[in-house]
C-alpha cells in the first residue's frame, strides 16, 4: 500500500527522484520571498510575484512548493537561519536564554513581516528546531519538568513576538517605546494628582521623569522577569543593559 504524502514540506524530498533536474531550489525560492516582504510587506509575496522575481511562471513554482503557506514556511525558516548561538554556552541558563532572546529580537526587527507571518502559529523547520534545541541546552541542568521548559521557551516566543511588535509599531509612528511611555506617563500622572486614584498615584511615585530605559533595557528587564517568573530566581544572571 503506497503512503500518503507528507503534510510537512520538510518531509517531503526537494526534488522528485525522476524528471529533469529542478531549475530553482527551496533556498532560492525562499530567498526571493525574503527579499519580496522586506521591500513591500507580507502582502506582497504572492506565488506569481516569487515567479516573476525568478524570471519564472507562476506554475513552475508548485513543482517545489504546494501552497503560499509552504512558501511561508520556508521564508520563515531562513529568516530563522540569521540567529546566531555564539553568545551562548555561559553556563547560566538565564543568560543563555536572554542572549536567545536578543538574536529573536534582531531578526524580528530586521524582518517585521515575520510578525504577521508567525501570528497564528510558528512553523517547525530545520532552523526553528536548532533555536530550540539551544533552547533546551540552556535548560539542561535546570531542575524543572521537560514540559515545564517546554512552556517556558514557548511564554518567551510569545513575549519577544510581543515586545517586537510594538517596537515596530512604534517605528512606525516615528518613536520609541521609552518616548511613548513618556508621553503615557505624563497624562497619568496628571491623572494620579487629582486625588481619585491613590493606588496609581502610589506606583507612580518615586519615577522620575526623563529616567525611562532604553528601548533595548526594556527588552532585557521584562524579558528576565518572565524568564525568571516561570523557571527560577534572577540571581542567576548578569545585570542587564543600561
Do not use: C
Request: hydrophobic letters at 45%; aromatic letters at 4%; a negative charge.
Amino acid at each position: 500500500m503506497t503512503e500518503p504524502p507528507a503534510h510537512s514540506i520538510w518531509l517531503r524530498p526537494e526534488r522528485a527522484a525522476r524528471g529533469p533536474v529542478p531549475t530553482f531550489d527551496r533556498d532560492r525560492i525562499a530567498a526571493a520571498g525574503v527579499a519580496l516582504a522586506d521591500t513591500d510587506g507580507l502582502p506582497a509575496v504572492t506565488m506569481r510575484a516569487v515567479a516573476d522575481a525568478l524570471g519564472a511562471g507562476p506554475a513552475s513554482l508548485y513543482r517545489y512548493v504546494a501552497t503560499r503557506d509552504e512558501l511561508l514556511e520556508l521564508m520563515i525558516d531562513r529568516v530563522n537561519g540569521e540567529i546566531s548561538y555564539t553568545e551562548l554556552g555561559s553556563g547560566v541558563w538565564l543568560d543563555d536564554l536572554l542572549a536567545l532572546a536578543r538574536q529573536s529580537r534582531s531578526v524580528h526587527l530586521a524582518h517585521p513581516w515575520l510578525l504577521d507571518a508567525t501570528a497564528t502559529g510558528t512553523p517547525v523547520g530545520p532552523h526553528a528546531v536548532t533555536y530550540l534545541e539551544h533552547a533546551l541546552t540552556a535548560l539542561a541542568d535546570l531542575d524543572a519538568a521537560p514540559r515545564t521548559k517546554l512552556e517556558a521557551i514557548a511564554i518567551l516566543n510569545a513575549v519577544i513576538a510581543a515586545l517586537t511588535r510594538a517596537e515596530v509599531t512604534r517605528r512606525l509612528t516615528g518613536q520609541t517605546i521609552p518616548q511613548w511611555q513618556r508621553a503615557q506617563a505624563e497624562y497619568l500622572t496628571r491623572i494620579a494628582t487629582a486625588g481619585r486614584h491613590p493606588h496609581l498615584a502610589a506606583a507612580l511615585a518615586g519615577q522620575t521623569p526623563g529616567s525611562e530605559d532604553s528601548t533595548e533595557a526594556l527588552f532585557d528587564r521584562i524579558v528576565t522577569r518572565v524568564l525568571t517568573g516561570l523557571l527560577g530566581p534572577d540571581d542567576l544572571a548578569t545585570p542587564p543593559r543600561s
